[in-house]
């Protein structure tokens, strides 16, 4: 489903990824680990097509496309989803209305018929009811007031409406209190499926506890230092990352 | 009722034609140019009073000596006030069959105050002349309106049914001599509307107007007068469109509103006049006085402005908040795109006690347009506790567009509380990304975070008209990004 | 033929050209030209947006200033702890008498290599104070043409110039008395080439009917670094005109404040130019007003050039029948991107019968920028003495706290330490003597 070759990326001038080389299929789940400053957001943007990620060598194929040939709106139309590390605020316009305008420009993009007022409703509340979203947080400005685990779990509610493709989730563990993780990672699993694929970037074996990953990678200065299965992130929670060359900071 | 339509317009290329159907209508026109015969002229068609005339002549003499207003942040070549048309009515005056006949039209028209562009094309062909017919209104809701004992009606009618009221308030908070567009209004005005609300009534339904702007014969000068008596409500909607055109049109109006002893005005506009083209060719000059009269205790005026349209804006919806406890309200979004100017805002003028006022205007500039939010609060001696807030935001979008905040803050009183804050700032790079990469495209991620940025403005406005005027704020950023 | 308050300076400016420093020079010229232009413009009045709140014109016509005597005896310095607020700070001083330097009064001490210092006379034959005197920022017009006037009489005047990376080593005081009533003019020229430093002090006293018109025009270059506090305090029926204009360098900071405890009618006009990219400049003051008095604030900052951040926080109390004024402009240009800009002004009235008035713009040309101003007006919080009261504080006492508190986030930007504390002073005495 997506296939990464030799990537590399810089940032402001600066070279963050140095050949990255990934493979997902569909139905995988993959965890990227690594410590901070190794470029695992900047991997995850550069999925997305962040206006500033310059891609200056290597490729990336999504469903057998090119996928930097793609703008934005048109990667998540065709399914790529980026569950945001710092999800923005958008002041004066609700939750609900985002949704809504998001869902039906996919589905427009897509050929799809749009939803209306009423099917849109129901369908938002029986994706936000298990994660625990209330009326009032879908009532009010995106994003703006809420706590970061509320930030956190309206990314996943997102994801659960908008039904990627390709799901990337940038530490959307971190500002969980352990119910939330719980929550979050009930909604990720339910959305796991023989045609969806996961990228999971984490710090923390605990989050990999509940969304168990079939694939775990180490990235650490702009490379991929190392694959391995589920067991590799029990590894790493013991001994750090010290043995891949990376000072913590 | 017939239409009855003046204009002036930059003489030139008049003969130009968008529509085809403009040509069929046969109308009849005073003589070019300005003259007292002119007003003598319209005031004869129209069949007033006497006092009328005189008012009417009294205005013109003083416009004479007036010279046009030069402070607005806006540039225009100078406007040629005598190669115009100030009268011109089609000489059919419609029937009522063929109201039937465009009447799905008008209701659409209704429900949808600000109508997306490609309706206007639609709506120019069939339904214009029964819309410039302020009689549509009238009849459709004329038995609901009359059981409750309220009076809405063209101004002309007005002048003939209930002459006193019209003596009695017409110019009683915009003097003739206001100001040189005020004043000129006062010498030509023709249509608009009249608006009575008895005591103690509340108006059972939304009243509205839709003013348009259809070809070079049919200029506004129209005047409204809305009177609220002792403990009434209304609520008026106001909604203005025009054709395409290569030259500028001149719409000079004058709105009077009068609240009375625990009455309410709601005023909305949905303003989106022809802007001009691309290259600021065409449009519609909008130079307009509006203001309100709170004149009794606990009154309230309230000002709702969705500015979209027009070459050139020049309009600050005023309250005078002369009863004690009285409340002045302006909400305002001001939309700028290609090469328009606004300059808009608001005066609330604090003469009685415990009078609070509160202004929120948002400024959208796109484009290379200029918009300005030009305002004035004023606190006089006598005024003891006042309360004002203003909050006055820009939004930037491009590098070629300008705005400006100009207010005036003058209080003589310290009891007074004012509080004035603006911002300006463009939409943010990251909130871009963050939609699109939810599958919003840029255009409309851009519509989606300006009409955020102006919720506190849209929710001010009647529900349908809210979704309308939404849908507007994307339609007049368009071809604004990228 | 002007008007008569107009004419009277033209008439002025013939009688004594002669006498006035520069003659048959290149000055000579530009004071004939800046009398042509003041003679064509006339004295600002009400009806000039700019002028709007104050109306010089009809200040002039109801007081005419004859010149201020040359003085050359001995000086006695008003009562006023304003006269003597920098005292205990070290030094240079520069004393001025009714517009006029004055060696014997002056300690200018031993300066650094690399500080130039003289009166305005001693300058003009260099470039540097040429294009000075001659430049023009052009924001404000209407405000801006009123420099003419002081170019057509400007007299004396302080001109300091500090060579590439030198700082000045202790604080620059300039002390203005107006002994005698009559009009000066003074120019102070300042040139601070790349990396130099310097703070200036600049003190306005005076008893007499004084019309003190002063203009300071200022760059300060790469990475230069002026500080400035200026107090003015002069007599109820002096008026009082200064103008500062300030071009900044890449880079450059400016932070200048003024205390104004006014006199009759006083209008500091401040026009900051930035004019290479990453400068700062911070324009504050705080007011403290009563009785007639009327003063202005008239403030244009202008991002001609991206990256560069300006400040301004004007705090105002009036009491009496005093009235307040600021006007406020800040500018970004077409692609002066990443802007920062911000005007804040907040105003107190403590009496029925003062007004205030408030004009705080913005224009701007470029979108990637933060611009904000923010105005206030009201009285002291009724419970905020009443809380105060409730905890044994006697009314004035508390009102008096209150209102140090609300004029001290302003006095906190005076750019040097002792002087803040020195004008903290003075306005906690300003409102002692206000008690009834
Ligand atoms: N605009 C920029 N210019 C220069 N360097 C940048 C820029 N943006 C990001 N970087 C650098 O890129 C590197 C990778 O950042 P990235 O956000 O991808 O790290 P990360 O692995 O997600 O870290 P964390 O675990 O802290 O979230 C960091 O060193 C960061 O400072
Ligand atoms: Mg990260």
Redesign the pocket.
Known sequence: MLEIRNLHVT????E?LKGIDLDIRAGEVHAIM??????????S?VLAGRD?YVVTEGSIRFKGKDLLEMNVDERAAAGVFLAF?YPLEIPGVTTMTFLKTALNAQRRARGEEELDAVRFLKLVREKSRPLNVSDDMLKRSLNVGYSGGEKKRAEVLQMSLLEPVLAVL??TDSGLDIDALKTVAEGVNALRSPERAMVV?T?YQRLLDYIVPDVVHV?SQGRIVKTGGKDLALELEKSGYAEYGADAA | MAAVKETVETVGEIEKYKYGFFTDIESEKAPLGLTEDTVRFISAKKDEPEWLLEWRLAAFRRWQTMTEPTWAKVTYPPIDFQDAYYYSAPKQTVKLDSLDQVDPKLLETYEKLGIPLTEQKMLAGVAVDAVFDSVSVVTTFKEKLAEAGVIFCPMSEAVKKHPELVKKYLGSVVPSSDNFYATLNSAVFSEGSFVYIPEGVRCPMELSTYFRINEKQTGQFERTLIIADKGSYVSYLEGCTAPQRDENQLHAAVVELIAHDDAEIKYSTVQNWFPGDEEGKGGVYNFVTKRGDCRGENSKISWTQVETGSAITWKYPSCILRGDNSRGEFYSIAISNGRQQVDSGTKMIHLGRNTTSRIVSKGISAGRSSNTYRGLVSVHRKAENVRNFTQCDSLLIGDRCSAHTVPYIETKNPTAILEHEATTSKIGDDQLFYCMQRGIGEEEAVALIVNGFCRDVLQQLPMEFAVEAQKLVGISLEGSVG | MSEKATQHFIEVYEETRAALPGAGGWLARRREAAIGSFREAGLPHRRMEEWKYTDLRRTFEKASFGPAPVHEGAVVLPERRSASAFAAIDRHVLVFVNGRYRDDLSRAGHLPKGVELHALDDVLHEQWAKDLVERRFDDARQAENIVDLNTALMSDGACLRIRKGVKLDKPLHLLFVAQDAGASHTRNLVLLENEAEATIFETHIGEVASFVDVVTDIVIGDGARLNHVKLQDEAPDAVHLATMRARLAAEAKLSSFTLTLGCGVSRGQSFVLFSGEGAEASIDGAYALRNRQHADQFCVIDHAVPACTSHTLFKGVLDGESEGVFQGKVIVRPHAQKSDGRQMTHALLLSRDAAMNAKPELEIYADDVQCAHGSTVGELSKEAVFYLRSRGIPEAEARRLLVLAFLEEALDLAPHNQAKDALKLLVSEWFGEAAP
């Open positions: 940032v402001g001038g600066k963050i690594g410590p901070n400053g190794s470029g695992k957001s900047t991997l943007y500033g590390q940038d530490e970037i710090h990235l």
